[in-house]
């Protein structure tokens, strides 16, 4: 067994149920301690989290073969794998709880729940009209696992949806619209949720002149990652209050305590928690089961990570 490929595990493995056999699992977090097996690893399951020292170890792996993580994103890391090494990211993992809070931001802004918090917090009783999301034309822009999940939620809202990826294609759901065609489709947009991946691509993708041609009053959520949105911008149209936002990612994260997000007006901001649920550990570890299990037979891996995605 001392000759069993090893797996660094960033949790029991007992929490695999069975973990499968042929491997030797080490539970370890090498932003608190790099054992001496680190050149021995071959398979690195590593901490949850987007910061960019969960590769700071990845020099050290000279037996590497596979890099699992557990988000959606791979931007922090991807630029970090040695070449031949596989990268998977956590596909499947932060779908549900993804779509969950994007429906939550959605609402509670829509519906002001912030504004209602507040008045609560004064004794205040102010009874005020404010938009459904039933009848609203709701821009999807991005549309992997995390954004069909998140039309699965929109839709029984009585919403239209309109589907928009990097490449336009007919999926049995409908019609995706390519990226080219957003100078088109946004106007016409009540709300605009990004869930697209940081890539050279979609870095300020949202730009002031995106949001130029947002109807007044709409909302924009964003899913995705702070970069994919010019700050600046965003934050103009936010102090002219003539569009809203909800953000669960920033620019710069932790955010600092004097950043101007903090006091721009028509904004919800949530702490980068999209997959930080209850829902999360579950579908984590099944997939990082089936990926050992996949790895240990020889098996294609799922989640490869190849091109622009």
């Not at 099944?286 to 294609?300: D, F, K, M, N, W």
Request: charged share 25%; aromatic share 6%; hydrophobic share 45%.
């Amino acid at each position: 067994m001392s000759d069993a490929p090893l797996v660094w595990l960033p949790f029991d493995p007992s929490e695999l149920g069975e973990p499968p056999s042929g491997l030797r699992y080490e539970v370890v977090d090498p932003r608190d301690q790099v054992p001496a097996s680190v050149s021995d690893v071959r398979f690195y399951v590593a901490p949850y989290g987007m910061s960019a020292d969960v590769g700071d170890v990845l020099p050290q792996m000279g037996s590497l073969e596979v890099v699992q993580v557990l988000s959606a994103g791979v931007d922090n890391v991807r630029d970090r794998v040695p070449a031949g090494v596989t990268l998977c990211n956590g596909r499947g993992i932060h779908d549900t709880s993804t779509a969950e809070l994007t429906l939550a931001l959605t609402l509670a802004s829509l519906r002001d729940v912030p504004g209602m918090t507040r008045d609560q917090d004064e004794h205040r009783w102010n009874t005020r009209w404010r938009p459904a999301l039933a009848d609203k034309r709701v821009l999807l822009v991005g549309y992997g696992s995390i954004g069909q999940a998140i039309e699965a939620r929109l839709l029984p809202f009585e919403t239209e949806v309109v589907r928009v990826a990097r490449t336009a294609r007919e999926t049995e759901a409908g019609w995706v619209h390519g990226f080219s065609e957003l100078p088109d489709l946004v106007p016409d947009a009540d709300v605009v949720i990004l869930i697209v991946p940081l890539t050279d691509e979609t870095r300020g993708l949202v730009d002031a002149g995106f949001l130029a041609r947002m109807k007044d009053d709409a909302l924009l959520v964003n899913m995705a990652r702070g970069g994919v949105v010019d700050t600046d911008a965003l934050l103009a149209e936010l102090r002219s209050e003539r569009l809203h936002a909800a953000v669960d990612v920033v620019d710069t994260e932790p955010l600092p305590s004097d950043s101007p997000w903090w006091g721009a007006p028509n904004l919800l901001i949530s702490p980068h928690v999209g997959g930080a649920s209850s829902a999360m550990w579950p579908r984590a570890h099944r997939l990082v089961r089936e990926q050992l299990e996949r790895y240990a037979a020889g098996e294609v891996l799922h989640n490869v990570m190849t091109g622009a995605y």
